[in-house]
């Protein structure tokens, strides 16, 4: 079975810091991999999503994660972050054939609660 | 604009009671889940749905039902609502082929038993 860790539970950074959110999978063959925003009393926006290529995927907000299948990581980066950057991160992994994609179940990790200070 | 909407958006309701949770989407998918969200568990899959007249259980599907009349509804029923099924409560749908693929999430519901 899928799983997915996400060792951190809360993370603060100063604005205008460079931040990095941790993300573990498991997976038997070659997993999808996505990253999730959840900003306070919202649902999840998709920040970027890695199916396969190039393991540096670009996403939205100026995030940006990259696979590294020998360490089963998908780590989620920004080089400066802003105060809007606050909110709850999700990894999440899926798994099967690409061209089934839209059937997959997604397993998420237990999220990493962002903190940005002044 | 296409959407995904959850109602009610907050609901509290007494052990015993039958509650049910609506997800409304307009993205014309023919795949929607149920996802309860609880602190240090992340977001947990109860039941799913590929197409009308398909349900699926999750992992977490005790106490739960759903029904897929159509394409835009997937209802989730609490039969006997629990202290233990408290919880945030996810809906989502997804479409589209291959790498296009994306699923797309409602705003929550925010349910409380007592």
């Known amino acids: 079975a899928q799983s997915v860790t996400q060792p951190d539970i809360h993370i603060t950074v100063s604005e205008g810091a460079s931040l990095e959110l941790r993300c573990n999978y498991s997976?038997?063959?070659?997993?999808?991999l996505f990253w999730y925003v959840q900003s306070p009393g919202q649902g999840l926006q998709l920040l970027l999503k890695?199916?396969?290529?190039?393991?540096l995927v670009q996403g939205i907000k100026g995030f940006e994660a990259e696979f590294k299948r020998s360490q089963s990581s998908f780590n989620l980066r920004k080089p400066s972050v802003h105060w809007s950057d606050a909110a709850e991160y999700f990894c999440a992994v899926a798994g099967g054939l690409i061209s089934n994609f839209g059937n997959e179940k997604l397993t998420f990790g237990t999220g990493t609660r962002l903190t940005i200070i002044p | 604009d296409a959407e995904i909407t959850q109602s009610p958006r907050h609901k509290i309701t007494e052990t015993g009671r039958q509650v049910t949770l609506a997800c409304h989407q307009t993205w014309n998918h023919n795949n929607m889940f149920w996802y309860r969200q609880d602190l240090g568990h992340g977001l947990r899959l109860i039941h799913y749905s590929y197409g009308v007249q398909d349900t699926n259980k999750g992992e977490v599907s005790d106490g739960y039902s759903v029904s897929r009349s159509n394409t835009e509804d997937l209802p989730l029923t609490l039969e006997s609502a629990a202290s233990s099924q408290t919880s945030v409560y996810f809906c989502?749908?997804?479409?589209?082929?291959?790498?296009?693929?994306?699923?797309?999430f409602g705003q929550g519901t925010r349910l409380t038993v007592v």
């Open positions: 997976y038997g063959a070659t997993p999808y």
């Open positions: 989502a749908s997804s479409g589209g082929q291959g790498v296009n693929t994306e699923a797309f």
């Open positions: 890695y199916f396969s290529g190039d393991t």
